[in-house]
């Protein structure tokens, strides 16, 4: 058994620990409601976007024959871009999404398709390179509020790489915010783009200049911009509320570890004084004999 000071000892680290977990929660769950703000300030913009790009879409006159809606016959080559945290103590989220990619390249590739994967992130970048997959590009310190400017050189990328033909088919990884609580991997497809055709049934009228083509030529490339920097805000947020659920639990299991090593601590003081004492009665018992 333990002597009773290094049951203090251990009990006085953990004490420590709760503090520095306790912190870390308060932190997270700051820069959670602003991220969370953030992911709810940009969706109305993406949802209006959507609903342009379904209209245009619908009303397309021709072939989408070298544009980004241009879906080829024979997909050989397909870009995944991996959106994870820089940080971990984000609980399961890192290796829910890690795995959700791993399946994800194992099919490509069952299907005889060339994977290259562009990281967005240290911890997706790490996993990558452990498991010697090729990576291509990696984007790492976007910060907790990055702008859509900061985001373009990723997206550029891969509709360069769409355009010219080197890929096929281009992917993105991310864990999307359900709520503080729920954080699910998902996987969308950027490019060739998804006509969305809901809005198409709306049939709003609206007025082009200069023309339908034109504006649909220019908007496609900020539709995928869009996208994939919609994808990188949820996956901020959703590394955050990890982070906050992931640090309370460990509060609470330092909290709860503490109280063992108290009553621990009680215990082997109560044995030792029991001890001392009947050490006590004996002597005074042979002395008086």
Do not use: C, W
Not at 31 to 42: E, G, H, I, P, S
Not at 54 to 81: D, F, H, M, Q
Not at 214 to 227: A, C, S, W
Request: hydrophobic share 40%; charged share 30%.
């Amino acid at each position: 058994m333990p002597s009773t000071r290094e049951i203090r000892r251990r009990i006085r680290s953990v004490k420590n620990m709760t503090q520095i977990t306790r912190a870390m929660e308060m932190v997270s769950a700051s820069k959670m409601r602003r991220a969370q703000r953030n992911v709810l300030a940009t969706r109305p913009y993406a949802d209006r976007l959507y609903d342009v790009m379904g209209e245009l879409t619908s009303r397309a006159v021709g072939g989408r024959k070298g544009t980004l809606l241009e879906v080829r016959p024979s997909v050989k080559n397909v870009a995944i871009i991996l959106v994870t945290p820089d940080k971990g103590l984000t609980g399961a989220m890192i290796t829910n999404v890690v795995r959700r990619v791993g399946r994800f390249v194992l099919e490509q590739r069952e299907l005889g398709r060339q994977v290259d994967v562009l990281a967005v992130g240290k911890k997706g970048r790490d996993f990558l390179v452990r498991t010697n997959q090729n990576l291509v590009a990696e984007v790492t310190k976007l910060g907790d509020y990055p702008k859509l400017v900061d985001t373009l050189g990723i997206a550029t990328t891969v509709i360069g790489g769409f355009r010219e033909g080197r890929y096929d088919e281009v992917y993105v990884v991310y864990s999307e915010f359900v709520n503080t609580l729920v954080q699910r991997p998902s996987v969308k497809r950027l490019l060739p783009v998804e006509p969305p055709n809901e809005a198409a049934e709306k049939q709003v009228d609206y007025t082009y200049e200069p023309s339908q083509e034109e504006v649909m030529d220019e908007l496609l490339p900020r539709f995928v911009e869009v996208q994939l920097y919609q994808s990188i805000l949820e996956s901020i947020a959703s590394e955050h509320s990890a982070r906050m659920v992931a640090m309370r639990n460990a509060t609470d299991n330092a909290k709860e570890l503490t109280r063992d090593l108290t009553l621990t601590y009680n215990k082997t003081r109560q044995a030792n004084i029991t001890k001392e004492v009947s050490e006590i009665a004996s002597g005074a018992a042979a002395l008086a004999e």
